[in-house]
């Protein structure tokens, strides 16, 4: 293959990449209840335990995640989104008829099952860019990670700012939001976004480097625009407009990276006669990189002369586990659970925060949701960077930043507990970058210790924390804690104003992430000389790589 079909397939690459951005973008939308819940309470009128049930049902949705886990293997990456967007459409569209009251509230039943379609959708979005993108750029997961996850964190500050400015928080303008846009971006997307060849030189990989602090930039820009709207607010219908204009234009500004090589790939064309002398040279190169990657498995520590001794035996930490062989470590549960703790908790938060704000005095809470997408989006895209740049620079564990951003949590759960004033502010922060946090950095963790051939089912099988975690914290701790705190209403339903009303619920939640730490803490100890040998391996291949470079 020579240089201009290289950087034409580069191209492609970043231009999938680009729309897989856009599709992280849309596909925060479960962490967005709270922006539209109140609506559903007081249609329905439903108490605070029904209310949080619901927020259960839409996140087990998540639970069937591992059908799309298992089609990421048998499925092209086109055919998964649009089974995401189809899904997305109908089940918020429903929920569109009911808050506008185009049709007459469903059962209970019902609602649970299209709110568990909304949820679901969303899983099948996520393992599509994911596994897509982790696989096109092995060698930059922890900012690929970052990125990703980066903008999902930032979707519900998207959709909760353009509806702020457009249409004044109407929760069934929100919802029509939800269904349509999405499925949109997704349409979009099926037509960019695959798996392309590997590119192994060090100039790709520096070129990688280059263009992901590109991408970090946009989103950071995203990020403190996306702030600085929810402080200033909207003060007119024309500064409304022109906030959400700018704000597509910024969404849709990483489109130069993949315009920029599309027109190196064209100018290299030129010398395709002088590049095809040296077309053996590059072969060779890409052939042994190949050899490489097949002893190694991109990140594996363990010879091949060994697999072959014990060819019948359980993987080791650090090649290709099938799902049930993870299930059989140590290690696989205590990511597990400790994943549980991170996300349950912050997940409790997100989905009461319409009430968890009301009890500490703020009628409108839009602006805490929004907090938390972009700090959240703040921890993600931040711990993914930083943890490949001690990954590559000192070969620190990834564990040890889901450990730290445990403990911080827990100090965020309890300043809310002291219901200190602007402590929802402080909370939410601080909740938001930790769950960040958790969520960008055990992505890459997953694949390291487990490998990237069974990646789509064993990240969906990671994620069943986020149904279960929805359970227990915020269906069961919160909705059993809050209602026997509250005062019931005419007509059904129940509320609570107060510092009692959540107090025992952060406190909990405070010992949680303590928990969680601890874990962190063991799975870094126990995972230490697959990192140390990831840094050794990459530290020695950068001399011979430079010095082979330099003599061409």
Same mark, same amino acid.
């Given at each position: 293959m020579?240089y201009?079909?290289?950087?034409s397939l580069n191209?492609?690459k970043?231009?999938?990449f680009?729309?897989a951005?856009?599709?992280?973008a849309?596909?925060g939308?479960?962490y967005?209840?709270?922006?539209?819940?109140?609506a559903?309470?007081t249609?329905m009128?439903l108490t605070?335990l029904?209310?949080n049930?619901?927020?259960?049902?839409?996140?087990?949705g998540?639970?069937?995640?591992?059908?799309?886990g298992l089609?990421?293997?048998?499925?092209p990456t086109?055919?998964? $989104?649009?089974?995401?967007a189809?899904e997305?459409l109908?089940?918020?569209?429903v929920?569109?008829l009911?808050?506008?009251?185009?049709?007459?509230p469903?059962?209970y039943?019902?609602?649970?099952?299209?709110l568990?379609?909304?949820?679901?959708?969303t899983?099948?979005?996520?393992?599509?860019?994911?596994?897509?993108?982790?696989?096109?750029f092995r060698?930059?997961?922890?900012?690929v990670?970052g990125?990703?996850k980066?903008y999902?964190?930032l979707s #519900?500050?998207?959709f909760t !700012?353009?509806?702020?400015?457009?249409?004044?928080?109407?929760?069934?303008?929100?919802?029509?939001?939800?269904?349509?846009?999405p499925?949109?971006?997704?349409l979009?997307? *099926?037509f960019?976004?695959?798996?392309?060849p590997?590119?192994?030189s060090?100039a790709?990989?520096?070129?990688?480097a280059?263009? &992901?602090?590109i991408?970090n930039?946009?989103?950071?820009?995203?990020?403190?625009?996306?702030?600085?709207?929810?402080?200033?607010?909207s003060?007119?219908q024309v500064?409304?407009?022109?906030?959400?204009? #700018?704000?597509?234009?910024?969404?849709?500004?990483?489109?130069?990276?993949?315009?920029?090589? &599309? +027109?190196?790939?064209?100018?290299?064309a030129?010398f395709?006669?002088d590049?095809?002398?040296?077309?053996p040279?590059?072969?060779q190169?890409?052939n042994?990189?190949a050899?490489r990657?097949?002893?190694i498995?991109?990140?594996?520590p363990?010879?091949?002369?060994e697999?072959?001794?014990v060819?019948?035996?359980?993987p080791?930490?650090?090649?290709d586990?099938t /799902?049930f062989?993870a299930?059989?470590t140590w290690?696989?549960?205590l990511l597990?659970?400790s994943?549980? +703790?991170?996300?349950?908790?912050?997940?409790a938060?997100?989905n009461n925060?319409?009430? /968890?704000?009301l009890?500490?005095?703020?009628?409108d809470v839009?602006?805490f949701?929004?907090?938390?997408?972009?700090?959240?989006?703040?921890?993600?895209?931040?711990?993914?960077?930083?943890?490949?740049?001690f990954?590559?620079k000192?070969?620190?564990?990834?564990?040890?930043?889901n450990a730290?951003?445990?403990?911080l949590?827990?100090?965020g759960?309890?300043?809310m507990?002291l219901?200190?004033p602007? +402590?929802l502010?402080i909370?939410?922060?601080?909740?938001?970058?930790?769950y960040g946090?958790?969520?960008?950095?055990?992505v890459?963790?997953?694949?390291?210790l487990?490998?990237l051939?069974?990646y789509g089912?064993l990240y969906?099988v990671?994620?069943?924390?986020?149904p279960?975690?929805?359970f $227990?914290?915020s269906?069961?701790?919160a909705g059993y804690l809050? !209602?026997?705190?509250?005062? %019931? #209403?005419?007509?059904?339903?129940?509320?609570? *104003?107060?510092s009692?009303c959540?107090r025992?619920?952060?406190?909990?939640m405070?010992?949680?992430?303590?928990?969680? &730490?601890g874990?962190?803490?063991?799975l870094? /100890?126990?995972?230490?000389?697959i990192?140390?040998k990831?840094f050794?391996?990459r530290?020695?291949?950068k %001399?011979?790589?430079t010095t082979?470079?330099?003599?061409?």
């Amino acid at each position: 293959m020579g240089y201009h079909e290289t950087y034409s397939l580069n191209a492609w690459k970043w231009l999938g990449f680009v729309s897989a951005v856009w599709v992280q973008a849309i596909s925060g939308n479960n962490y967005t209840f709270s922006n539209y819940s109140d609506a559903i309470k007081t249609l329905m009128n439903l108490t605070q335990l029904e209310l949080n049930n619901l927020s259960v049902a839409k996140d087990i949705g998540k639970a069937f995640g591992l059908l799309a886990g298992l089609a990421s293997d048998r499925l092209p990456t086109p055919v998964i $989104l649009l089974i995401g967007a189809i899904e997305g459409l109908i089940g918020y569209g429903v929920q569109w008829l009911v808050v506008s009251q185009k049709i007459q509230p469903l059962p209970y039943w019902q609602m649970c099952i299209f709110l568990c379609m909304g949820g679901n959708s969303t899983t099948w979005m996520n393992t599509a860019v994911l596994v897509t993108c982790i696989r096109n750029f092995r060698r930059n997961r922890g900012p690929v990670s970052g990125i990703l996850k980066g903008y999902v964190g930032l979707s #519900t500050a998207i959709f909760t !700012d353009i509806c702020s400015a457009l249409f004044s928080d109407n929760p069934a303008k929100f919802l029509i939001m939800l269904s349509v846009i999405p499925f949109a971006v997704c349409l979009t997307a *099926v037509f960019f976004l695959r798996e392309t060849p590997q590119s192994v030189s060090v100039a790709a990989e520096k070129e990688e480097a280059r263009y &992901f602090a590109i991408f970090n930039i946009v989103a950071v820009v995203v990020a403190f625009y996306l702030l600085a709207y929810d402080f200033i607010g909207s003060t007119n219908q024309v500064f409304s407009l022109v906030f959400v204009i #700018t704000l597509l234009v910024l969404l849709a500004s990483p489109l130069a990276v993949p315009v920029y090589s &599309f +027109c190196k790939s064209w100018r290299l064309a030129r010398f395709a006669p002088d590049v095809e002398r040296r077309e053996p040279l590059l072969e060779q190169e890409a052939n042994a990189a190949a050899e490489r990657n097949e002893v190694i498995n991109d990140e594996t520590p363990v010879a091949v002369e060994e697999a072959v001794v014990v060819e019948k035996s359980r993987p080791v930490l650090g090649e290709d586990h099938t /799902i049930f062989e993870a299930m059989g470590t140590w290690d696989f549960w205590l990511l597990f659970v400790s994943f549980l +703790c991170g996300v349950g908790t912050g997940l409790a938060v997100m989905n009461n925060m319409a009430q /968890i704000g009301l009890a500490l005095g703020h009628a409108d809470v839009s602006i805490f949701v929004s907090l938390i997408s972009i700090w959240g989006f703040f921890g993600r895209i931040t711990s993914g960077s930083v943890s490949e740049y001690f990954l590559k620079k000192a070969g620190t564990p990834r564990p040890l930043w889901n450990a730290a951003s445990q403990i911080l949590m827990a100090v965020g759960f309890l300043v809310m507990a002291l219901a200190m004033p602007g +402590c929802l502010y402080i909370g939410s922060i601080i909740v938001g970058a930790c769950y960040g946090v958790r969520l960008a950095v055990s992505v890459p963790v997953a694949s390291e210790l487990f490998g990237l051939k069974y990646y789509g089912l064993l990240y969906n099988v990671l994620i069943l924390n986020l149904p279960i975690g929805s359970f $227990l914290f915020s269906g069961l701790l919160a909705g059993y804690l809050y !209602d026997a705190q509250a005062t %019931p #209403t005419p007509g059904g339903g129940n509320t609570c *104003v107060g510092s009692h009303c959540y107090r025992l619920v952060f406190s909990i939640m405070a010992l949680a992430s303590i928990l969680g &730490f601890g874990l962190d803490v063991l799975l870094t /100890i126990r995972s230490k000389y697959i990192y140390t040998k990831i840094f050794t391996r990459r530290k020695s291949k950068k %001399p011979s790589t430079t010095t082979e470079s330099n003599g061409q």
